[in-house]
Nanobody, 121 residues
Framework: QVQPMESGGGSVQAGESLRLSCTAP????????MEWYRQAAGKQREWVSS???????RYANSVKGRFTISKDSANDTVYLQMNSLKPEDTAMYSC???????????????WGQGTQVTVSS
């Protein structure tokens, strides 16, 4: 029901930074959390980071210390600040709404279309 939309991807050189945005109108009011995933060409989709409605934050080991997730609740937007980018970060990045407790159907498993990040060495 709550539909996310990603933006901010692009092509950069190794060591540079990007900030991705995930906007989902109504997701704050609905009590949703948000997760970031990425999928490189020919590989399985990988979980990157999560920000629960109660503000609990988690990161994958592969990005810990380099990426930062944050939110602007007033504008229904979650950000992923990506610093010190590496070629292995190249992937399609997507966001997904999540439901916590109590369960909310409107929050459960809604995906955006994704935004491409390409990092050259």
């Amino acid at each position: 029901q709550v539909q996310p939309m990603e933006s901010g991807g692009g092509s950069v050189q190794a060591g540079e930074s990007l900030r991705l945005s995930c906007t989902a109108p109504g997701f704050t009011r609905a009590g949703c959390g948000m997760e970031w995933y990425r999928q490189a060409a020919g590989k399985q989709r990988e979980w990157v980071s999560s920000l629960a409605f109660d503000s609990t934050i988690r990161y994958a080991n592969s990005v810990k210390g380099r990426f930062t997730i944050s939110k602007d609740s007033a504008n229904d937007t979650v950000y992923l600040q990506m610093n010190s980018l590496k070629p292995e970060d190249t992937a399609m990045y997507s966001c997904q709404t999540t439901s916590g407790v109590p369960y909310s159907r409107v929050c459960d498993g809604n995906w955006g279309q994704g935004t491409q990040v390409t990092v050259s060495s």
